[in-house]
């Protein structure tokens, strides 16, 4: 089988924490073909979607006093071909966001992939469709109190209402510019103004969940199933528990309530074409739908003991032989 990824630079990946790594070295390991590209190659030649396609192996990290080592180099790049990416079996969006203007285009190319022969992951529509704020609001019963909106007086009476709120920008990535409100906080009129960048940007708001404390859960779901997950903690004086912000990480078990929730979404992904996703739970309740990149793998492998990215590439060996 031939993989395409489409990343952002190689060398600037982390072998020892990146999902796109895991996955890439373990369609190495079970033999298949695999090829890097950037968004920035992509083209639309004759009605279908080409890239410069560079073949790539990546070598296996080792796990030595319960963290992941990579060799030096951990990965052999050779010239690449400017070829249609229908020669591929899979081509994997696993570009970061944010969701900007040149990542939407990316994904308007990306529909010029012919689906008889090639397999998008996650589907350009069902990218476009998912906001990663806004995709949880569908979900009823699910999501803790939310409220969008860019207007000032709207944002301010929710707030007051419940006491303490998370603000949230809608393309916001790894925790970035997600803040605490208290509604005594004399900078709460000022909070509301430059998050929405004064009344022109909506933005989400959540009813603040005091569960956050212990933890911010990431649960990996594969076609709609929850097949592992990993505890965001906190660092010291912050309340965001994203890895990027500096949060730690621990094992932990997906709970009964999870799985419902996980239940409810399986239908809505499948329907959208949202193959891999990330959800993040806190007490109980989604607050996100990641799915442009979610990560997650290397941490869950190291404390589980288990193989995800295996899991995946297996199973995209099941979903391409039903394609075929």
């Known amino acids: 089988m031939k993989l395409a990824f489409i990343i952002d630079p190689i060398d600037k990946l982390d072998p020892t924490h990146d999902s796109s790594v895991a996955m890439m070295e ?38 030595v006093d319960r963290k992941w080592q990579a060799e030096s180099p951990w990965y052999e790049a050779k010239s690449g071909k400017f070829q249609t990416l229908n020669t591929m079996q899979v081509v994997w969006m696993r570009t970061d966001p944010p969701v900007t203007t040149n990542y939407l285009y990316a994904t308007y190319i990306l ?7 090639t397999l998008v992951v996650n589907s350009p529509r069902g990218i476009r469709a998912a906001n990663e704020k806004v995709y949880a609001l569908q979900f009823a019963g699910a999501i803790p109190e939310t409220i969008v909106s860019s207007d000032k007086a709207v944002i301010r009476k929710f707030v007051i209402s419940k006491g303490k709120a998370v603000i949230k920008p809608l393309d ?25 960048k004064f009344g022109s940007t909506p933005i989400m708001v959540q009813t603040y969940l005091p569960a956050a404390q212990d933890g911010d ?24 528990g994203n890895m990027a912000a500096g949060g730690s990480v621990a094992k932990i078990e997906i709970t009964p309530r999870e799985r419902e929730i996980c239940a409810q979404l399986a239908p809505v992904l499948k329907r959208d074409g949202l193959y891999f996703v990330g959800i993040d739970v806190i007490g109980g309740f989604l607050t ?30 099941d979903r391409v032989r039903i394609l075929n």
């Not at 529909?111 to 022969?117: G, H, K, L, Q, S």
């Not at 790894?174 to 998050?195: C, H, T, V, W, Y």
């Not at 990641?290 to 060996?317: A, C, F, K, Q, Y």
């Open 172 to 196: 916001g990535k790894g925790g970035e510019g997600i803040l605490f409100a208290d509604q005594i906080d004399r900078n709460l009129n000022s909070l509301i103004e430059i998050s929405t």
């Open 217 to 240: 859960k990431r649960i990996v779901l594969l076609d709609g199933e929850p097949i592992g997950a990993v505890n965001r903690i906190p660092s010291s004086g912050e309340f965001r």
């Open 111 to 117: 529909d010029y992939v012919n689906p008889a022969t």
């Open 288 to 317: 996100e739908v990641n799915v442009t990149s979610p990560t997650g793998i290397r941490e869950i492998d190291r404390l589980s003991g288990v193989n995800l990215g295996d899991r995946i590439i297996s199973w995209l060996v």
């Open 26 to 63: 373990a369609a190495c390991r079970q033999g298949h073909e695999v090829f890097i590209t950037e968004m920035s190659s992509l083209s639309i030649i004759g009605g279908s979607a080409w890239a410069l396609l560079q073949p790539v192996v990546v070598h296996p990290v080792k796990l």
